[in-house]
Nanobody, 115 residues
Framework: QVQLVESGGNLVQAGGSLRLACEAS????????MRWFRQAPGKQRELVAD???????NYATAANGRFTIARDNGKNTVDLQMMSLEPEDTAVYHC?????????WGPGTQVTASS
């Protein structure tokens, strides 16, 4: 059974930082492409960042320079370090695993950046 569990979401003031973590089980983590998506109320879901099996990273324009994605294959975890948070970053953040031609999603963690 595949399971993704996110943690680290919180309420912070604009300009603050948060570190989200996602722990995966039930997959061969080291070969999966891991992604962070977010969805704000009334808005479409958007890709924030991803990291391939070989460590190649990709960021959305809104995240570039402020967010860093990293993986630890020994712990089956992928983190998202977020700096200089803005109210526009407020959303539910989901971790996903692209593995064996399927996408698996975690339930999400709420991030709120207040102005």
């Amino acid at each position: 059974q595949v399971q993704l569990v996110e943690s680290g979401g919180n309420l912070v003031q604009a300009g603050g930082s948060l570190r989200l973590a996602c722990e995966a089980s039930g997959i061969i983590f080291r070969v999966a492409t891991m992604r962070w998506f977010r969805q704000a109320p009334g808005k479409q879901r958007e890709l924030v960042a991803d990291i391939t099996r070989d460590g190649t990273t990709n960021y959305a324009t809104a995240a570039n320079g402020r967010f860093t994605i990293a993986r630890d294959n020994g712990k089956n975890t992928v983190d998202l370090q977020m700096m200089s948070l803005e109210p526009e970053d407020t959303a539910v953040y989901h971790c996903t695993a692209d593995f064996a031609v399927q996408d698996y999603w975690g339930p999400g963690t709420q991030v709120t950046a207040s102005s």
